[in-house]
């Protein structure tokens, strides 16, 4: 087929990958502007942008696709080459811009959408990671026909993954964007036969996973283990879950629920016992043992490599991150 690929992040690029390697024909990459990151903050350019370079794909890199915005200009020159193209059909994954109708009707066969869970719950920005942190027990990729809405589009292909009690953001991004790609190969190999089947998706059991924010990494030790480690594999490994002590936050990278008692005189965020295989931490109703820790500057380390170097006694309590 003659595909245009829209996508920014690493997810995309594994999606992008395949389809350029199973012989796809990709006419145009769009990919979001570069961005300043990193300790200097220089441009860099995104995943999928390397990709392209790489493999010497056309690329164009709009600030907008709006035809009455800022940048207008800009979004009419996209769409003049986008119209030259007369592709068969616009794969998108983790794009990052909103497709203005214009663009969803340009493609021979419309625009499909690589969708990180089990439409419609979690439709939005961060759905792997609101998932795990809802305690979810499965989820999935839902390869979507895509309209105006919010991830709204008639579903073309669906499968599930179970979330595992150590399963983290960072683990389950991997598996379900190499799942993603193969399941677009496949909803491509239907579109180019005819053979796509819309579903349109359930009135019922639509929840939205809005976008993940810095200032939601902060611990609070009065909720459950459970949640509060949930949380911990939720936000690895972005924004990573942190706590404070002693005036400097440390970032929590393993935690896991303890079947231990909770004194009944304990605080929350009170630590409870100091081992090498895990710091114990009053919680609510609940005790956390934590496994993996960083202080600002140092490495990730397990616990017992921690505690070598940074003294933890029953008399601290963790708080709120500065």
Not at 17 to 34: F, N, R
Not at 99 to 115: K, M, S
Not at 156 to 167: E, F, K, N, T, W
Not at 247 to 270: F, M, N, R, Y
Request: hydrophobic share 45%; glycine share 8%.
């Amino acid at each position: 087929m003659k595909l245009i690929f829209a996508g920014t992040p690493e997810f995309a690029q594994v999606a992008l990958a395949q389809l350029h390697a199973a012989g796809h024909e990709i006419s145009l990459v769009l990919t979001q502007p570069d961005r300043p990151g990193g300790r200097g903050m220089k441009l860099q350019a995104s995943s999928v942008k390397q990709f392209a370079l790489k493999h010497g794909l056309a690329l164009a890199q709009p600030r907008s696709l709006r035809l009455d915005g800022k940048f207008a200009d800009a979004a009419q020159t996209t769409r003049e080459q986008l119209l030259a193209l007369q592709a068969d059909a616009m794969v998108v994954a983790a794009y990052g811009l909103i497709l203005p109708q214009w663009v969803l009707d340009l493609p021979r066969l419309g625009c499909f959408n690589i969708h990180a869970s089990l439409l419609p719950r979690w439709r939005g920005a961060a759905p792997i990671h609101r998932a795990i942190e809802a305690g979810d027990s499965s989820t999935g990729i839902t390869i979507m026909q895509m309209d105006a809405g919010l991830d709204t589009g008639a579903m073309l292909l669906v499968q599930s993954l179970p979330i595992g009690a150590a399963s983290t953001t960072a683990t389950l991004h991997d598996e379900l964007a190499t799942m993603g790609a193969s399941m677009m190969l496949e909803v491509l190999g239907q579109a180019a036969c005819g053979q796509l089947q819309p579903q349109a998706q359930p009135a019922q059991g639509i929840t939205y996973a809005s976008k993940i924010e810095k200032n939601e990494a902060s611990i609070d030790w009065k909720q459950s283990a459970p949640s509060i480690c949930q949380r911990v594999r939720a936000f690895n490994p972005f924004p990573v879950a942190c706590t404070s002590l002693n005036g400097e936050t440390l970032k929590i990278w393993g935690a896991k629920p303890s079947a231990q008692s909770l004194p009944t005189s304990a605080v929350a965020g009170q630590i409870l016992a100091v081992t090498p295989d895990g710091i114990a931490v009053a919680a609510m109703n609940s005790v956390v043992v934590l496994t993996e820790l960083q202080r600002p500057g140092g490495k990730r380390l397990g616990v017992a490599d921690f505690l070598r170097g940074n003294a933890i006694t029953l008399a601290n309590v963790f708080g709120e991150a500065l």
